[in-house]
């Protein structure tokens, strides 16, 4: 009796599942045409109401050039935004420098970089400290590392993905100092983002804390004053909009012409105030590939 | 469930023989994990030691308490609030109706007295997964559920965002993936717990394999299996952080956010939405098991007049768990359910992409994660070229050069031996589990020790419904003082379970600076919470009778001698369970930034150093198969004796 209902169950799950994935999706099949709809996503290094309130403003600064409803989705960790640019499920990402060049080594020629602001090319990071921790400015990052010496402080990053907030603070460290974060302070945290890591530094949660510009020079002065800059790094390559090339020359063209535009529109001056930037200037992915390099060589990244 | 005890002779007999050293063995098996814990991690109590670090400490919590009074309560928040409130719900509510089905269907699969039943192999042999095609099919499934669960589900979310994209959703299938995983094991485990004496007349009268589960094991296992799937919901849908991080919003990743950033008037507020979706959850949980309680003798139970209501209980029960189901569908695809500030929009549609061939290809991405990295060649296998060049740069393990085997009695040795073992990257991930399990072991004890105490307040039986057992009639005052001690006792369970763990470790880290203490103790607490709940529910659920014949004239001593003894396997059950979960929460309280396993591990999942990230996951898989088969092992040591 059982069997006898088992086969034709299965045949009818079966022709069900084949009339289905018989479909094709909408999605691909549009590939080569202009897609319906362009989701746009970022890495999470601030509020989320803040990145959805500007970068909602982007999105419909594009949508109103490009003709196509634009999306921002947010998303609160920094691999699920990367996995979405590169396995086709969002179309334009806003990325650091290090997730770019790990979006790079999955995607190759895939990933195309847009556009930039005209501080990305030239991005510092700060070093700041507790105000009452009495730590003084320091001229470079050795001189840090001996003045830790046997005081028991403690260090926080923003991300572990962040550029300005874990890897070129780290790296400028080791390299200066000649020694990992890790063996000089007590503990090194990674706070998840930059604002949080001005909050914890401010508030006495951490010693110091590594993070970047623009997050640090929108901040409130009371918390200035709490968290002074102690160490300014050099410049290095930050954040852009990297895009896939599936979506094709036409429509990549005129997303970057839309980014070149933003200045222009009310919507996006907004959006460039809160990203501390005058407007949107060309880049390439061959100005990342320092990074790309650095990752594949394997560099100690702590973890 | 609780046990008949069994009267005949043999079994009196061999009771009395036996002595109860395996108590004995327990005891001293977990007094050496504790001394093991402190030992094998870093306890640094210098928070609560250092005058100065307690003084800031102390400063700190009155600050964040006095702020804690003052909640945000503008319209603008609120209504914020309320959005993400009805996110959560809907996408924790899709997440378990979709487990539940799930994992019934895998608890068929993984239940032993299901799939096996009967067999002719005894003791070790059960132990054997080639025995039969059944048992092999058994252990498949219980393979497959401890994988579903070991995994964090913010990994899931992020693994599922390569398949359909972006949007709640796909944090609703996570959180489904991995609570499948949970819910089978303790299906299959509750179904495994029954005795097989209690539906054998089932087996006597032919019933087939699943007749046996509808008639026999089924029933018997129905209210144990209700509880924890209600509880089960209640914990999604507080804990549902993973809806955010992959672009669905909810309650949990904004606290998650807010407590980071300090802003406590906001996470007040927020924590009430959150305790307010507790308590209904709770509210509405009890609701169902009132309409479906089947006992008739229970004092708790509805006494409806007419036969219509009586027969329409059960049906208004499964229709309001329907309703909920429905309307969390309803929300996500049709309902207004925008993100704050962002219009609403189908998130259904991103199904479709799981029934087509293209999205899975995308799981290729993920490829190398299974691939784990073993770092043969330090120990002086695998590639025999990179071998030489790991050689001459000296970063194989070379164990005995400078001590040999038999000079293990110096303590030196051991030194040594362990820095050469230190240069292979897998020891340094078995050694990484320490301090997640270090934080689990004392957590869940102090947890489990604590619930058992709080149960006795906590249950209905012995505070409020006494006289149904004990025979007296107390003035309106002794019933008011222990209505007090109940709601107090409710009071604190509702508080430490409806803030999520993850909020306790921000606060303990607060107190006490990142690290093991701050991790434990919120483990405790959370256990504390979780466990009293399930643990005086299970004491309510004995039909008073049982009270009754043993009744001696104190309610204290029936709780501790009657109660206690027939609740004990249900409650050594929850507890293990509960410290397997804790461990999956230590690993997870690793990502916020008390070390251990789960930092190393995100660490390299996040920098897609997905074969070392897989190494790491191998671990918790392995520590999640571990602890599931020593609980199961346990069972069927008490079975025997």
């Not at chain 2, 229709?319 to 969390?328: D, V």
Request: charged share 20%; proline share 4%; aromatic share 12%.
């Amino acid at each position: 009796m059982r069997r006898s209902l088992l086969v034709p169950m299965v045949i009818i799950c079966l022709i069900f599942g084949l009339s289905i994935s018989g479909k094709t999706n909408p999605r691909q099949s549009l590939a080569a045409e202009r897609p319906q709809k362009l989701v746009m996503t970022a890495i999470p290094d601030d509020s989320a109401e803040n990145m959805r309130e500007f970068f909602g403003l982007i999105a419909k600064h594009i949508e109103n050039t490009v003709g196509i409803p634009t999306e921002y989705v947010h998303v609160s960790n920094y691999a699920a935004s990367v996995t979405a640019l590169a396995t086709g499920q969002a179309d334009l990402a806003w990325f650091g420098a290090v997730t770019t060049a790990q979006a790079y080594i999955m995607m190759e020629d895939e990933l195309e970089v847009v556009a930039a602001r005209d501080i990305d090319k030239g991005f510092i990071g700060y070093f700041i400290a507790n105000a009452d921790a009495n730590i003084p400015e320091v001229s470079d990052l050795a001189e840090l590392a001996e003045l830790a010496q046997g005081k028991n402080w403690t260090f926080t990053f923003g991300s572990k993905s962040s550029t300005s907030s874990h890897l070129m603070p780290r790296s400028f460290f080791t390299d200066q100092s000649g020694k990992n974060p890790e063996e000089i302070f007590r503990t090194v945290a990674y706070s998840g983002s930059h604002d949080v890591v001005l909050q914890k530094v401010a508030n006495g949660e951490f010693h110091l804390g590594a993070l970047g510009q623009p997050p640090y020079d929108r901040a409130s002065d009371n918390l200035k004053e709490k968290a002074p800059i102690i160490y300014t790094t050099p410049k290095f390559t930050n954040y852009n909009f990297s895009t896939r090339k599936a979506l094709g020359r036409e429509l990549i063209d005129e997303i970057h012409a839309a980014l070149m535009t933003l200045h222009e529109s009310p919507e996006g001056k907004k959006a460039l105030e809160y990203l501390g930037s005058e407007g949107f200037v060309d880049a390439d992915m061959s100005e990342w590939m320092g990074y790309v390099n650095l990752i594949r060589s394997g560099i100690d990244i702590g973890g | 469930m609780y046990r008949d005890i069994d009267l005949s002779s043999s079994s009196l007999n061999r009771y009395a023989e036996k002595r109860p050293w395996k108590h004995w063995a327990a005891i001293v098996t977990i007094a050496v994990l504790v001394i093991a814990a402190f030992y094998a991690a870093e306890w640094d109590f210098s928070s609560l030691t250092n005058p100065d670090d307690r003084k800031i400490a102390f400063a700190r919590m009155l600050a964040w308490l006095t702020t804690f009074s003052s909640p945000d309560f503008s319209p603008e928040f609120l209504k914020h609030c309320w959005a993400l409130t009805l996110q959560t719900l809907s996408a924790a509510t899709l997440g378990i109706t979709l487990a539940v089905i799930l994992a019934t269907l895998l608890a068929l699969g993984s239940s032993r007295s299901v799939i096996i039943g009967e067999e002719k192999a005894q003791g070790w042999m059960r132990f054997i997964a080639f025995r039969s095609p059944s048992a092999l099919l058994c252990s498949l499934c219980r393979l497959v559920q401890d994988i579903l669960r070991a995994i964090p589900d913010f990994v899931w979310a992020v693994i599922l965002v390569a398949v359909i994209g972006l949007g709640p959703l796909t944090g609703a299938l996570a959180l489904a993936l991995n609570i499948t995983g949970i819910l089978a094991k303790v299906y299959s485990e509750v179904w495994d717990n029954i005795e097989e004496r209690s539906y054998e007349q089932v087996r006597i009268l032919g019933g087939g394999r699943l007749a046996t589960l509808f008639y026999g094991i089924g029933p018997l296992a129905a209210r144990t299996i209700q509880s924890f799937t209600l509880m089960r919901a209640e914990c999604a849908i507080r804990n549902a952080a993973v809806i955010g991080a992959v672009g669905g919003g909810g309650l949990g990743a904004d606290i998650w956010y807010q407590i980071q950033f300090g802003a406590w008037p906001k996470v007040t507020t927020l924590m009430i939405f959150t305790l307010a979706l507790t308590l209904s959850a709770d509210l509405a949980s009890n609701f169902i098991r009132r309409q479906l309680r089947s006992d008739p003798n229970h004092p708790r139970v509805i006494k409806s007049k007419s036969i219509h209501a009586q027969v329409a209980r059960p049906y208004i029960g499964i229709l309001f768990a329907l309703s909920i189901a429905f309307w969390s569908v309803w929300f996500m695809g049709y309902g207004d359910n925008a993100p704050p500030g962002q219009q609403s929009r189908n998130y259904l549609e991103p199904a479709i992409k799981l029934v087509s061939t293209d999205s899975w290809k995308n799981l290729s991405f993920f490829e190398r994660l299974v691939k784990p990295d073993f770092d043969l060649e330090t120990i002086g296998l695998g590639d025999q070229v990179k071998v030489k060049e790991f050689k001459k740069e000296s970063r194989t393990v070379d164990l005995f050069s400078s001590y040999r085997p038999w000079e293990f009695w110096k303590p030196s040795a051991w030194v040594d031996w362990e820095q050469e073992m230190q240069k292979w990257f897998v020891w340094r991930v078995i050694k990484s589990s320490a301090i997640p399990l270090a934080m689990a072991i004392v957590g869940t004890l102090l947890g489990v020790i604590g619930a058992i105490l709080l149960s006795y307040p906590h249950s209905l039986a012995f505070m409020l419904e006494s006289s149904q057992f004990t025979g007296e009639t107390h003035p309106w005052w002794i019933r008011g003082l222990r209505f007090g001690q109940l709601a107090v006792a409710k009071g604190l369970g509702l508080v430490s379970r409806g803030v999520p763990d993850v909020m306790w470790a921000f606060l303990f880290i607060a107190f006490f600076g990142p690290g093991l203490v701050a991790g434990t103790l919120a483990i405790a607490i959370h256990s504390l919470g979780v466990l009293v709940r399930v643990f005086s529910e299970s004491v309510d659920n004995i039909p008073y009778r049982r009270f009754e014949q043993a009744f001696m004239g104190a309610r204290m001593s029936c709780y501790g001698y009657t109660a206690g003894p027939i609740c004990w396997r249900d409650w050594m059950t929850y507890s293990f369970f509960q410290f397997e979960s804790n461990v999956r929460t230590a690993v997870v309280f690793g990502i916020v930034g008390i070390g251990g396993l789960g930092f190393f591990f995100t660490f390299n999942f996040e920098w897609f150093r997905l074969e070392k990230a897989g190494t790491y996951l191998l671990m918790i898989i392995a520590l999640t198969i571990i602890i599931d088969r020593i609980s199961r092992a346990l069972n069927l040591a008490r079975k025997s004796c």
